[in-house]
C-alpha cells in the first residue's frame, strides 16, 4: 500500500502517475553520503538499492566530488555535444589506459546519449547495419531499456505493452535455465539456423546480460556464454552485452563477462560508468564494426562534460590495481552466505538466493511477500526493490564502496524484514524504527 508522505503534496499534484520508486519508499530525501540517504527529518537510510546500479561507489563520493567541484569552479565545458574538449580527451586516454589495454580489447568508444537505452540502441542499429539484416535475438526476463528498440529485446510484458504498438523484429530465445550444471543446450536455436526449412532468417546479432539484473538476478553460466559466442560466430551473428547494470565492477571485474572469457562484439555500458549518478552512456565495439557515416547517429547530450570528468575520477581512483575486484569478490561471498543462512532458517521452502560479486537476489514464491519484505526494510531504515517478471525477487545492490559495518547492518536489517514478514502475526512486536 502507498502511504502520502505529507508534505508530498506537490508531487501529487504535479508529477504523472508513471512515478514507481517513491510509491514504495514515501518519504522525502535530502542528503546522502557514502552508502546511507537522509530524508527532511534526517532519519538515515542504508542504501541497497544503489540508484539501481547508478552509484556503485556510493552517493557523493568525496574523490569524485572534488574532481567535478573543481572542474565546475574553473568554467570546465559543461556541454559540448561531439565536439573535441579536454575532458573527453582525459577520459578517452583513462579509459584506454586502465580498461580497454589491460584486458586487450580492441573497442572503439561511443558516446550515443545520457542513459542505458541510447546505448542499446545504438547497438541495435549498428548490429543491424553491419550485417545488413533486421532480426536481433534476445532472451527471456531480459531488460535493456524503455525506448522503442530496447523494449522489443526486454522480455517483460508489462514493460513491452507500454509501446502500444507491435515490437517486432526480434526473436526470443531462453535465457539460461541449467543452474545445475548440466551442458548448455543450443540445439534448437542451432537447427533453426543451419536448416533451409526453419522459416527463420539470419538474425543481425543476439543481445544478452551476462546476470539480468531487473530479470531477477538471474546468473547465466560462463559455459553458456561460451557457448553463445561460439554459436554467434558459428551463425554469422554479432554478439552483443548490455552491462549497463552489471558493468563497472558490480560482478566484481570491471565487465561482467570478463570471467567467462569471452569478448563481446558489442558492449553497452551506463549506469554506473559516470561514477557519481551523472548521465552517461557508451557503446563499444569491434573496430571494423565501425561504419558509422558522420552524424549518422546523434544526439544533443552524448557530450556531458562533467560526467567525464568523474568517470576519469572513478577509473584512476578504483581501477588502476585490483582491490576493488578482490574486495567486491570478497563482500558477495560474505552476502551469499548471509542469504543462504537467512533463507534456510526459515519455515516451509526455503527461498531460492542467486547472485554475483554484489548482485544478489532472494525470490519468494509469492510475490507480495518480496513487496512486503522491501516495504518492511524501509520501516527499518534500509531501501531494497523487488525485480523479476512478477517482482517476486529481492535484489540487492549495495555499494561497491560500502564498509564492513554497514554491510552487516544491512543484511542484518534484511534478515530481520524476512522474519517479520512470515505471517499476520508477526508484526505484532517489532515497531517501525530498528
Not at 586502465?98 to 542505458?116: Q, S, W
Not at 524501509?378 to 535484489?395: I, M
Request: hydrophobic share 40%; glycine share 12%; net charge negative.
Amino acid at each position: 500500500m502507498t502511504v502520502a508522505h505529507p508534505d508530498s503534496g506537490v508531487f501529487e499534484a504535479l508529477e504523472s502517475e508513471v512515478r514507481s520508486y517513491c510509491r514504495g519508499w514515501p518519504t522525502i530525501f535530502d542528503r546522502a553520503h557514502g552508502s546511507r540517504l537522509h530524508d527532511e527529518n534526517n532519519r538515515p537510510y542504508l542504501d541497497f538499492f544503489s540508484g539501481a546500479g547508478a552509484l556503485n561507489y556510493g552517493h557523493n563520493n568525496p574523490v569524485l566530488k572534488r574532481a567535478l567541484l573543481d572542474y565546475l569552479e574553473r568554467d570546465g565545458i559543461t556541454h559540448a555535444l561531439d565536439m573535441m574538449t579536454a575532458a573527453k580527451r582525459t577520459f578517452l586516454a583513462a579509459f584506454r589506459e586502465i580498461v580497454l589495454e589491460p584486458r586487450e580489447l580492441p573497442y572503439k568508444v561511443m558516446f550515443p546519449g545520457p542513459a542505458g537505452t541510447n546505448a542499446v540502441e545504438a547497438a541495435l542499429k549498428l548490429a543491424r547495419k553491419v550485417k545488413n539484416r533486421e532480426t536481433v535475438v534476445f532472451f527471456t526476463n531480459a531488460f535493456h531499456g524503455m525506448s522503442l528498440g530496447s523494449l522489443a529485446v526486454t522480455g517483460n510484458a508489462f514493460k513491452r505493452a507500454g509501446a502500444g504498438i507491435p515490437l517486432t523484429h526480434t526473436l526470443p530465445m531462453p535465457f539460461d535455465d541449467h543452474p545445475d550444471g548440466r551442458a548448455p543446450d543450443f540445439g534448437w536455436f542451432e537447427r533453426l539456423l543451419t536448416s533451409a526449412g526453419s522459416g527463420l532468417d539470419t538474425p543481425a546479432a543476439v543481445i544478452v546480460e551476462t546476470v539480468q539484473g531487473e530479470g531477477g538476478i538471474n546468473v547465466a553460466r560462463a559455459e553458456w556464454l561460451r557457448e553463445l559466442a561460439g554459436l554467434c560466430r558459428r551463425g554469422d551473428m554479432l554478439l552483443i552485452v548490455d552491462d549497463i547494470q552489471m558493468g563497472c565492477g558490480r560482478t566484481g571485474a570491471f565487465f561482467s563477462f570478463e570471467e567467462s572469457g569471452i569478448t563481446p562484439d558489442i558492449v553497452t555500458l551506463s549506469k554506473s560508468v559516470s561514477g557519481y549518478g551523472l548521465p552517461m552512456s557508451l557503446t563499444l565495439f569491434r573496430p571494423e564494426l565501425d561504419v558509422w557515416e558522420p552524424g549518422e547517429h546523434n544526439g544533443t547530450f552524448r557530450g556531458f562534460n562533467p560526467a567525464f570528468v568523474t568517470a576519469t575520477a572513478a577509473l584512476e581512483e578504483y581501477w588502476r590495481d585490483g582491490r576493488l575486484e578482490k574486495q567486491t569478490l570478497a563482500r558477495g561471498d560474505q552476502v551469499g552466505q548471509a542469504l543462504d543462512d537467512i533463507a534456510a532458517g526459515r519455515p516451509g521452502p526455503a527461498p531460492a538466493v542467486r547472485g554475483r560479486g554484489l548482485a544478489w537476489g532472494m525470490e519468494f514464491a509469492d510475490p507480495a511477500r518480496a513487496t512486503a519484505v522491501c516495504a518492511r526494510a524501509f520501516e527499518l531504515g534500509l531501501l531494497l526493490e523487488t525485480s523479476g517478471p512478477r517482482d517476486e525477487v529481492v535484489k540487492l545492490l549495495p555499494p561497491l564502496t560500502i564498509g564492513d559495518e554497514e554491510l552487516e547492518e544491512g543484511l542484518a536489517l534484511f534478515g530481520r524484514a524476512v522474519r517479520e514478514t512470515e505471517g499476520p502475526d508477526s508484526r505484532k512486536k517489532g515497531g517501525n524504527t530498528p
